[in-house]
């Protein structure tokens, strides 16, 4: 059974969402992936929202543009946490999206990653999961160090090449 639910109101979404499943895969998170349109269908969102803890769900991510009623409609269903990922719009560039997922009315709590962050998204559904687990919490922190070995070795990199060979 996975423990995190990755829905998302659209295809057109899965550009940013597919980084979530990206991030759980690489810390052995095991997730089920799903198209639950708030709008369109609206009782698909109704049952995926109420039978998630049932089917071992403990986390779900929420990934919505426009009007992004999904994440904030998904944590009134269930009382299991829910991290919205406001998706970039044409219009707007997003911040419609962001708004609609952090101006939720007290007692429906969402929680929002920045616009387009995916990758966010799945690290904090990890971080939730490894409150009690100790192998993924482990996994984390592994993450943690490898980013910043990337940072020094690109550090280091910049320095004794310069910025234009770095570049090139």
Same mark, same amino acid.
Request: hydrophobic share 45%; glycine share 4%.
């Given at each position: 059974m996975p423990d995190v639910g990755i829905i998302m109101g659209s295809d /057109?979404? +899965?550009p940013v969402m597919k980084e979530s499943a990206a991030v759980l895969e690489q810390l052995g998170v095991s997730y089920e992936m799903s198209i639950v349109s708030a709008h369109r269908t609206p009782d698909v969102m109704y049952r995926y929202a109420q039978t998630a803890r049932t089917r071992g769900i403990r986390v779900i991510i929420a990934g919505a543009g426009g009007a992004a009623h999904l994440p904030g409609m998904t944590a009134a269903l269930t009382a299991l946490? !829910?991290?919205?990922?406001?998706?970039k719009t044409s219009t707007l560039n997003g911040l419609d999206s962001l708004y609609s997922? !952090?101006?939720?009315?007290a007692g429906i709590p969402v929680a929002a990653v920045a616009i387009n962050n995916g990758v966010n998204a799945g690290l904090l559904a990890a971080r939730i999961l490894s409150v009690f687990d100790e192998s993924l919490s482990g996994? +984390?922190? /592994? %993450?943690?160090r490898d980013m910043a070995k990337s940072v020094e070795y690109k550090a280091e990199?910049?320095?004794s090449r310069g910025y234009k060979? %770095?570049? /090139?």
């Open positions: /057109s979404d +899965l946490p !829910v991290i919205g990922v406001p998706i997922i !952090v101006q939720m009315p996994r +984390l922190e /592994s %993450y943690q990199r910049l320095m060979e %770095y570049l /090139s």
